[in-house]
């Protein structure tokens, strides 16, 4: 039962360069989205979220894009740093944040120096 | 900042023992998770906690589960006999409120042998 999906797991970037992580759902009762960043040992770090009425979502270097009718989003770091070298989870819920996440299978950013 | 904890950060036990894992959620939180991630897999929802009583549970959450708020800091997740297909890593998450962002644990790994 793959509700979301991340194909990629895995993706090597630059320093400096443009992080592209991507995130398919196939609920469409799902609508609120968001992003985890994981470090070995650690558990889920909330990132950035965004709701179904928007299409995208700002914080700083991350920018989560949403296009509800492809059932997509993605997450966007720019610039890439060396720390941001992490697993990182696509979830979604129902209603707002307080519902349960459904997780993708996450995708591993490398980011070389 | 706020965080969740969560007890032991390991813990081993032999198949067929009972075992509690201990969260403390963040303090003016109100809706409190368990996670758990199989090794390789997914991030997996177990159950939602709510106003003292189970908002929602997973497949998962057989009989052999159960979790307890006893006091107004503590969220315990209890396994009665455990069994091989528990090993995993379970994270405790909790969110103030009905739209808002559920924050993780840093997991307790557990190891049945």
Partial sequence: DQQVKQNSPSLSVQEGRISILNCDYTNSMFDYFLWYKKYPAEGPTFLISISSIKDKNEDGRFTVFLNKSAKHLSLHIVPSQPGDSAVYFCAASGQGGSEKLVFGKGTKLTVNP | ?113
């Fill in chain 2, 1 to 113: 900042e706020p965080e969740v904890t969560q007890t032991p950060s390991h813990q081993v036990t032999q198949m067929g023992q009972e075992v509690i894992l201990r969260c403390v959620p963040i303090s003016n939180h109100l809706y409190f998770y368990w996670y758990r991630q199989i090794l390789g897999q997914k991030v997996e929802f177990l159950v939602s906690f709510y106003n003292n009583e189970i908002s929602e549970k997973s497949e998962i959450f057989d009989d052999q589960f159960s979790v307890e708020r006893p006091d107004g800091s503590n969220f315990t997740l209890k396994i009665r006999s455990t069994k091989l297909e528990d090993s995993a890593m379970y994270f405790c998450a909790s969110s103030g409120g009905h739209t808002d962002t559920q924050y993780f644990g840093p997991g307790t790994r557990l190891t049945v042998l």
